[in-house]
């Protein structure tokens, strides 16, 4: 497992209970948890067919009108036969209406890698007091012209119990990145304006931190077949370099920088890989009220290719959004 998520006991999924959790964004109290039992009798149907969906566990609160809310989860996929293309997704219904969902999808198998982690995070907002529903699938397809089967030898759900004030979140848009060329999806837009710069977005008022989360999954183009994905055609090559940085920068009252926090990742995406999710989060973007700073910025994530082929930054799918960007002030 590539991804740097965190280590559980398993069990029978249960009824959502609460526990502590070192990595969520919100105290030990408020978290509402849900496990996924491991197997191996899941099936990926054969190349033409629809995608096989495996709702796994789900957790319910009872929210306020407007209320945003803290989501994540993550599913360890294992294969040892020719290959599947596995996704996680989590979906939030409040009520009849989304709430939000995203999903990030890898290959796995013989011919790709044995196993992977992937998680799918994301910020839900509840338009309607009542109930907020959040469920977590796995979504399944084989790349061969058999059905083939795969593991899940680990999972959870978590939902924040809490409100989030002022959290706010943006999707990326489906951006064809080259070598010299990057672009900058997903992207916070505000309203606000400093010379020199405008759609600029102001933290709420009280704010000392802020933390930052970003999720992107990342498409190298293969040589043919991928003009989904707007890949452009003849191109050759087995890999493409991608390297992603996520920027919350703080501006004084002038328009200068007043403080930049980054984070980033640099990773080899094969064509035989062909999917791969680069996730990012800094903890701790202090809002700074001294020295000319104002509680304003720019907050974005850059995707470069430093070289190979060309690299795309996915959108959507109908099971969710491929790539998130989202804010909780404190």
């Not at 759900?157 to 999707?171: H, K, Y």
């Amino acid at each position: 497992m590539r991804h740097p998520v965190r280590s559980i006991l398993l069990g029978a999924v249960t009824a959502a209970v609460l526990v502590g959790a070192a990595a969520t964004p919100v105290s030990a109290a408020e978290v509402l948890y849900d496990t996924v039992s491991p197997a191996s009798s899941y099936r990926a149907p054969e190349e033409g067919a629809d995608y096989a969906a495996y709702p796994l566990a789900a957790i319910s609160i009872n929210v306020a009108a407007g209320q945003r809310t803290y989501v994540s989860g993550v599913l360890a996929f294992a294969s040892s036969t020719v290959g599947s293309i596995v996704d996680t997704s989590v979906q939030c219904k409040n009520g009849t209406n989304d709430a939000g969902k995203v999903v990030h999808g890898e290959n796995i198998g013989t011919n790709y890698e044995p196993s992977a982690a992937i998680s799918g995070r994301l910020l839900a907002t509840s338009a309607t007091s009542g109930t907020l529903v959040c469920t977590l699938y796995a979504y399944a397809h084989s790349l061969a012209t058999a059905a083939t089967r795969f593991s899940i030898t680990s999972g959870h759900i978590e939902v924040g119990s809490r409100s989030v004030p002022g959290g706010v979140q943006a999707a990326s848009t489906q951006q064809l990145a080259s070598v010299g060329s990057p672009v900058w999806t997903p992207r916070i837009v505000g309203t606000e304006s400093l010379p020199g710069h405008s759609n600029l977005w102001r933290a709420p008022a009280g704010s000392t931190s802020l933390n930052v989360f970003a999720d992107q999954s990342i498409t190298a183009c293969k040589t043919s077949g991928d003009s989904v994905y707007g890949c452009p055609s003849g191109t050759t090559g087995s890999s493409s370099a991608v390297h992603t940085t996520l920027y919350a920068t703080q501006f004084t009252s002038t328009g200068g920088v007043c403080r930049t926090s980054t984070y980033a990742v640099s990773r080899i995406v094969t064509t035989t890989l062909h999917h791969d999710v680069f996730y990012h989060n800094i903890p701790t973007v202090p809002v700074l009220a001294s020295g000319g700073c104002v509680p304003v910025f720019s907050i974005y994530l850059k995707i470069e290719v430093s070289s190979g082929q060309d690299a795309v930054a996915n959108d959507a799918a109908p099971t969710g959004e491929m790539g998130v960007l989202f804010v909780l002030p404190t």
